[in-house]
């Protein structure tokens, strides 16, 4: 069966502070994304990744960077949350060749 | 920019009745058109799929129409149940890059029982 993890379910931060958000796929997906759901506006890519060690901006990736250092993690940093950063944040994995995406069960994250 | 827009943004229907969720899109690069079902607390799971050179796509009760000249497509849910309560996205993946998708703004569905 498809699995798509993420390492917290509810995650609270402070402002200013490094949170680091982590996706871990059992599939061998090559492709892997980050996105934020906002009530209203739908889900929105942050950042994706083809390969290990690849990473490309999606539609609203300023104020997050990532990390894919192993085909099955893919790691969202918010290098100093904000309280706008407040969200429900998805993973999803897809196979190369533009399978069908799959995604993880969320991380709501809320910046204090 | 939103490239998809979906509406309503939220749908009450009666248990038995015609649920209809409706989207459009501008970029003609799409090349295939996906719904997604997003249940609470889970994460959105693929429901129903539609290629462009196709006008209707029908899996159970859950139906696509695609009408490509007037670039929009709707999924239209019949004899819905309680259980179909959830929020739906429709999504539009462009050519290129690989695999990536935009979606729409949702819609919470209520199926009153």
């Known amino acids: 069966d498809v699995k798509v993890t993420q390492s917290s379910r509810y995650l609270v931060k402070r402002t200013g502070e490094k949170v680091f958000l982590e996706c871990v796929q059992d599939?061998?997906?090559?492709?892997m994304f980050w996105y934020r759901q906002d009530p209203g506006l739908g889900l929105r890519l942050i950042y994706f990744s083809y390969d290990v060690k690849m990473k490309e901006k999606g539609d609203i990736p300023e104020g997050y960077s990532v990390s894919r250092e192993k085909k099955e993690r893919f790691s969202l940093i918010l290098e100093s949350a904000s309280t706008n950063q407040t969200s429900m944040y998805l993973c999803?994995?897809?196979?190369?060749?533009?399978?069908?995406?799959?995604f993880g069960p969320g991380t709501r994250l809320t910046v204090l | 920019q939103q490239q998809v827009k979906q509406s309503p943004q939220s749908l009450i229907v009666q248990k038995g009745g015609i649920s209809i969720i409706n989207c459009a899109y501008e970029?003609?690069?799409?090349?295939?058109f996906p719904w997604y079902q997003q249940f609470p607390g889970k994460g959105p799971a693929l429901l129903i799929a539609?290629?462009?050179?196709?006008s209707e796509k029908k899996e159970g009760r859950f139906t696509i129409s695609f009408n490509k000249s007037a670039k929009q497509f709707s999924l239209h849910i019949m004899d819905s149940q309680p259980g179909d309560s959830a929020t739906y996205f429709c999504a539009a993946r462009d050519f290129f890059p690989d695999g990536k998708l935009t979606f729409g703004q949702g819609t919470i569905l209520t199926v009153h029982p």
């Open positions: 999803a994995s897809s196979p190369a060749g533009r399978g069908t995406q799959y």
């Open positions: 599939m061998d997906h090559e492709n």
């Open positions: 539609i290629r462009p050179d196709v």
């Open positions: 970029n003609t690069a799409f090349d295939y």
